[in-house]
């Protein structure tokens, strides 16, 4: 795995999992392997009670978003999806608090410059299944 020299962006994502499917770090390393990854792509997975997982070592580049693994530190969201692999913002309260707490700590570790959905570098996707520009302005995260 290659260090990471440069920390710009925070990509936030989505398991796109039903909301009947509480999954952690753990699982996804499993999947991500079966698709050849060494290990998760993602830095941290916030699971459906708001506990964090720490994913992939925050120093090392991530493999989550092609156009900014370079620069970026991941984070999936358990959930965003439906039982016939649809997109849906199906997240807990819990959740998106977790997720705050977790962005304002990164901000303040890293010289972060900005803050993504998944689909604002991949258009083939709608992951994480919400609005990240508008959610991060609601909750007065930038």
């Not at 977790?102 to 609005?131: A, N, T």
């Amino acid at each position: 795995m290659e260090i990471r020299k440069d920390t710009d962006t925070i990509v936030i994502h989505c398991t796109q999992t039903p909301d009947t499917m509480d999954i952690g770090a753990d699982e996804i390393k499993k999947w991500h392997k079966n698709r050849g990854f060494d290990t998760i792509g993602y830095h941290f997975v916030i699971r459906r009670d708001g506990h964090v997982d720490k994913g992939r070592d925050i120093n090392y580049v991530g493999a989550h978003a092609v156009a900014v693994n370079g620069t970026s530190i991941g984070v999936a969201l358990v959930g965003g999806g439906t039982k016939d692999m649809g997109w849906e913002n199906n997240f807990t309260e819990i959740q998106f608090k977790s997720l705050k707490e977790l962005l304002e700590k990164l901000i303040s570790d890293f010289r972060v410059k900005k803050i993504i959905g998944h689909y604002q570098v991949d258009d083939k996707k709608e992951c994480p299944s919400f609005d990240v520009p508008k959610w991060l302005k609601e909750n007065n995260v930038v």
